[in-house]
């Protein structure tokens, strides 16, 4: 496909469309050398400099996240913790993510303007990520009224990939260093030398990740992968079902050691499920939601199977323990059942339509009733 077949892909996903977002490769984090070590964290993003304002493209602070340097301390401040969907990675403006949304519902509702919603999402971060990232900088650089987690898809791609809960998506600094001490010669080339300069040397990674997308074409096509969800078995491995159930266990487990947290503090606190391409209990396809979700059952067995697993045992064990623990509970995958019109431009990242919608059902459902605005 040329360029202008490429963007076709995702427009019908944007009601405020910025060509620039994908044929400028803004949000190509690691060709711009913005991540950085960190020693709790694991990595962070850095500051790309400029102040925040909401009809800019993007800005990230010194902390890394896409919201203001210092808080606005007369208004009630709702911090909004999540991954790269939060975050909101490909979003045409900073006022487009899901927490940019809240806030703008909130203005509309609330005349006098009381709310402050700030971006706390992070790009690759997992739940331990973000309860780290909640202890060690959020409580004390913006001391918010209230928390809401917004999660799932991370940490479900370390359950598909074999990894621990809970282990860092970016293990760079790690593989590396493995490399330099015990290495052969050549997962010294592979992992420093080759990764150092894809990272330092944005055309380079351009011409790996395309060599990467043809050899995914002709993996599916060798393969005549089906792409049929209904027809992928649902886990029913033991070994599966029971590492599905460690992995579930470990992410609810994290959202109450949040609301431990913040109960101690006084804050309120709201747990959400974001929403993910091709979740049986979500939207019906488009015909390029189709086209985009290939990508994935070709690369990674059982795909649809995993997902849809993984997302129901979390769903099931929140029921189960919420109205004990006192966690108020919105699983957004359901955001979609009545939509229509093309939502996702890959496996989980949204167009402004996508986050507008997620941002109206937390305000609605939860955020709205908490902050005791509703009259």
């Not at 760079?172 to 990764?195: C, D, P, T, W």
Request: hydrophobic share 35%.
């Amino acid at each position: 496909m040329n360029r202008m077949e490429d963007l076709s892909l995702y427009k019908e996903a944007y009601d405020h469309f910025n060509e620039e977002v994908f044929t400028q490769e803004i949000y190509s984090f690691a060709s711009q050398r913005l991540y950085q070590y960190h020693p709790y964290l694991a990595f962070t993003l850095g500051s790309m400099g400029g102040e925040y304002a909401p009809s800019k493209t993007l800005t990230t602070n010194s902390c890394g996240l896409r919201a203001v340097e210092e808080p606005d301390w007369s208004r009630y401040r709702i911090c909004v913790l999540g991954g790269s969907g939060v975050f909101g990675s490909y979003a045409p403006r900073n006022d487009k993510t899901i927490p940019g949304y809240i806030e703008s519902f909130f203005e509309k509702k609330i005349k006098d303007k009381k709310i402050q919603v700030i971006n706390c999402g992070h790009v690759g971060h997992v739940m331990s990520q973000h309860l780290i990232l909640l202890h060690q900088v959020i409580l004390e650089k913006y001391k918010p009224d209230m928390v809401v987690c917004l999660a799932g898809f991370n940490d479900f791609l370390n359950f598909i990939d074999n990894l621990e809960p809970g282990v860092s998506r970016q293990n760079e600094y790690q593989v590396m260093i493995r490399a330099i001490q015990y290495g052969s010669l050549g997962s010294i080339f592979k992992n420093v030398f080759l990764k150092t300069f894809r990272i330092r040397h944005k055309n380079l990674n351009k011409v790996f990740t395309k060599l990467y997308q043809i050899r995914q074409i002709l993996k599916q096509k060798k393969n005549n992968v089906n792409t049929n969800k209904n027809v992928l078995s649902l886990l029913q491995s033991p070994l599966e079902v029971a590492r599905c159930e460690k992995h579930a266990s470990y992410f609810v487990q994290q959202l109450l050691y949040q609301k431990s947290l913040l109960d101690g503090f006084g804050i309120k606190f709201i747990a959400g499920l974001q929403p993910a391409l091709g979740l049986e209990n979500g939207k019906t396809l488009t015909k390029k939601e189709n086209y985009i979700s290939q990508k994935y059952t070709s690369s990674r067995k059982d795909y649809f199977s995993y997902l849809t697993g993984y997302f129901d045992t979390i769903e099931k064990k929140m029921l189960s323990i919420k109205d004990d623990h006192g966690i108020q509970w919105v699983n957004c995958t359901t955001a979609f059942n009545d939509v229509n019109r093309q939502i996702f431009i890959d496996s989980v990242h949204m167009g402004d339509v996508g986050n507008k919608i997620v941002a109206e059902q937390l305000a609605k459902e939860a955020i709205l009733a908490d902050t005791g605005l509703e009259k």
